[in-house]
């Protein structure tokens, strides 16, 4: 009897510690947040719990909990994690670099502060896209804005007309950071009203650009948090509409159209000067950084927008710089908040989003002096790389030295990882099947969903010969894969315009891997290897599936939709809320910029061949992760239809993420193969929403295919949606 006894005493008191442990765990999205904070990848989690990377996004997803012994582990390291990353609190100084990038000047750090990481799904109280722009109050105008003005002085505020979104409540949604109460930018009108994101109005009596900045500064509340506790925060963004470029003393169109910035002499820029402001570089252009040497650790820097000027490029925002300024405040809130607070081209915050999520340094303690100091930040790219040669562009210094000018190089002297442009004859058989139609499908973010726990370099390349292959070495690799015979029918996996090779050539881990996949025996002449390594683009990966999968919500796409009604979604997506459409298009425009971004070549007429240039002084310039990626990206096109191959189904012609196939119907259904259960055939082309899956891209009538690809050789995949495709990568 005591020994039942025992044994129930010890059963209630196993269920008393469950109990305890359940009311100690926090959140799922509390836990991301706080992994994240401390700057841990999921794998390092997972290896630590000796559990599996699936099981730790599970966790924090709140599809599963942990059971013990692993839970009392998982709660040790929360634990220990939220007394080092509180929720609130104070958020230190920033520990990189006190001026902007670009800037002249030094860098000085501060200790490390706690990092402020934005939910992977913003709420809908947090999120200017998905909440209605309020109507706010706005008091009477106060005295004329001085540089003088006390800092303390609090913004005023009106009330505007309601946009067709605006509801009758005038609180603006509470913020995560009170030095940033008005969001991360304001759209700045003719009468001096600033439209903010949650659609609050402040009001700004500046008429000059420097008493604006020192408004911005002091007493706008602009801005938001940083991404990475090593990172910085986000400098105020002030887009400036028309009539207030005008107000402010800018004339309406740059009349230097290449350099695209005013002249030095101008008198906008000589008042900024007088007044001690900097310009970066790049000089007073549409997108214009303002600030001076950072003191005491603290920036001083505004970012604007001149729409007037063409700063938000109508390929990847749409006429979104025609909206009203409230409803415009609210499309780049949205971006902003899911993204990055815009500083340039979509490619621009495309790349300066890599930077933002793995920033190039964090601050050390100096052992001698006990001050902080730069350090380097394990796993990010923390200085320019030169490219080993066949990874570099041919106008690079490196190849310059091997090659003269107008070499063309071959095959083994050069790494062409780009994306598909292939087509391929008809065959008698499928002229005489009596297809009526042509149909694209086009994968989601497919660029994106190539970078998803991808393995780069990280660091400098080493030569070696006659290696053997190992898939986990990013790098470059001299092989030759004529021999593998394929089905003609389908595009090469590893050549862009999806011909066979015909000896030796260069190609990136992913593609070699590929053809291990398939069979192949792979033994290389020599390789350039990148020891340092890891999973750089995870991070980048994940806010922007968020943010694209977030906006693909708001206009009414929404994962596991059955298929038809997914596509009747997709097919009029664009048309529910134009505002939200342009969101779209730039985060997608920022995928394909950002990856085009680590090939930047050179710009700008003064460039002489051979010579070096700004980009390559960039941790991010890195042709060699582009290159990985981008062979990820087609190989796993090729996968996919290799699966659908075994169906009976072949492609006619790819470009890029986009095959057309020839089909009895006008849409995907029609030709996409099934199991017997009726479901997509695994391996195979999934319709959804989701990166990855596919969406219909377009139909042609078969006549228009054939002509196409008989008559005028050109690739259907380009206009099969009745416009010309892009193609991607760059």
Not at 22 to 29: G, I, K, M, S, V
């Amino acid at each position: 009897m005591p020994n039942d006894q025992d044994e129930l005493f010890a059963s209630v008191d196993a269920l008393l510690e469950q109990a305890a442990a359940q009311d100690a765990l926090p959140e799922p999205a509390e836990r991301k947040r706080l992994r994240e904070a401390g700057g841990l990848s999921q794998d390092q989690v997972a290896k630590a719990l000796s559990v599996r990377r699936e099981t730790i996004t599970s966790w924090e997803l709140g599809r599963t909990e942990p059971r013990p012994p692993k839970r009392a582990a998982y709660i040790r390291l929360l634990e220990g994690l939220a007394e080092r990353f509180p929720t609130q609190g104070s958020q230190g100084s920033e520990p990189c670099s006190a001026v902007p990038e670009g800037c002249d000047g030094p860098a000085v750090t501060s200790p490390p502060a706690p990092a402020v990481a934005p939910p992977s799904a913003p709420s809908p109280a947090a999120d200017p896209a998905r909440a209605p722009v309020p109507a706010p109050t706005r008091a009477a105008r106060t005295a004329p804005f001085s540089s003088s003005s006390s800092p303390s002085r609090r913004p005023s505020t009106k009330k505007a007309a309601p946009s067709k979104r605006a509801t009758t409540s005038a609180t603006p949604p509470p913020a995560a950071d009170p030095r940033f109460v008005h969001g991360p930018l304001a759209v700045l009108d003719g009468d001096g009203s600033a439209y903010c994101v949650d659609g609050l109005v402040l009001d700004c009596p500046a008429t000059t650009f420097p008493d604006l900045v020192e408004w911005t500064l002091s007493e706008a509340k602009l801005g938001a948090p940083r991404l990475h506790r090593h990172g910085k925060d986000a400098d105020p963004l002030v887009v400036i509409t028309a009539e207030a470029a005008e107000r402010l003393g800018l004339p309406r169109e740059l009349e230097d159209r290449r350099g695209l910035r005013l002249p030095e002499d101008h008198p906008v820029v000589r008042h900024l000067l007088r007044a001690k402001w900097r310009l970066t570089r790049r000089g007073f252009g549409p997108w214009p950084r303002i600030y001076r040497p950072a003191q005491g650790g603290e920036r001083q820097c505004v970012q604007f927008a001149i729409l007037p000027w063409g700063a938000l490029d109508a390929r990847s925002w749409g006429d979104s710089d025609q909206l009203p300024p409230a409803e415009l405040a609210r499309v780049l809130g949205s971006y902003a908040t899911r993204v990055i607070t815009p500083r340039g081209s979509t490619a621009v915050c495309g790349l300066e989003l890599m930077t933002a999520l793995r920033p190039p340094t964090r601050a050390v303690r100096d052992e001698a002096t006990g001050s902080w100091v730069s350090g380097p930040n394990p796993g990010a790219l923390t200085e320019p790389v030169d490219p080993a040669p066949p990874e570099a562009p041919g106008e690079h210094p490196v190849v310059a030295s091997l090659y003269p000018r107008h070499h063309e190089r071959t095959p083994d002297q050069v790494l062409d990882e780009e994306a598909y442009d292939w087509f391929r004859p008809l065959t008698d058989e499928e002229c005489a099947q009596g297809y009526s139609h042509g149909v694209g499908i086009d994968v989601n973010m497919a660029f994106a969903a190539a970078a998803n726990r991808l393995n780069v370099g990280t660091g400098p390349a080493t030569h070696i010969s006659s290696p053997a292959f190992d898939a986990k070495l990013p790098g470059s690799w001299l092989v030759d894969l004529s021999h593998l015979d394929l089905d003609p029918r389908l595009p090469s996996p590893f050549t862009p315009k999806g011909t066979r090779p015909t000896g030796p050539a260069w190609y990136a881990t992913s593609t070699v891997a590929y053809a291990v996949e398939l069979g192949a025996p792979v033994q290389p002449i020599e390789a350039y290897v990148r020891y340092e390594h890891g999973a750089y683009l995870d991070a980048w990966y994940t806010r922007l599936r968020d943010a694209y999968m977030a906006t693909m919500a708001d206009l009414g796409v929404t994962a596991g939709m059955p298929d038809d009604d997914f596509l009747a979604a997709m097919a009029r997506h664009k048309d529910l809320d134009p505002g939200q459409a342009a969101v779209l298009s730039a985060i997608k425009s920022s995928v394909k910029g950002g990856i085009g971004k680590l090939r930047e070549r050179p710009q700008g007429i003064g460039y002489k061949y051979g010579e070096r240039w700004p980009a390559l002084e960039r941790p991010t310039w890195s042709p060699h992760i582009r290159a990985e990626l981008i062979g990820k990206a087609r190989t796993n096109m090729h996968r996919k239809m290799r699966k659908l191959a075994s169906a009976g189904v072949f492609p006619v012609a790819v470009l890029s993420d986009c095959a057309v196939y020839l089909s009895h119907g006008a849409g995907p259904l029609d030709f996409l193969p099934r199991t017997e259960e009726g479901k997509p055939l695994p391996g195979g082309f999934r319709l959804g929403v989701s990166p990855g899956m596919v969406k219909h891209e377009g139909t042609q009538d078969f006549l228009w295919v054939a002509s196409m690809i008989e008559d005028e050789q050109i690739n259907p995949a380009r206009h099969i949606k009745g416009s010309d495709a892009a193609a991607g990568g760059e």
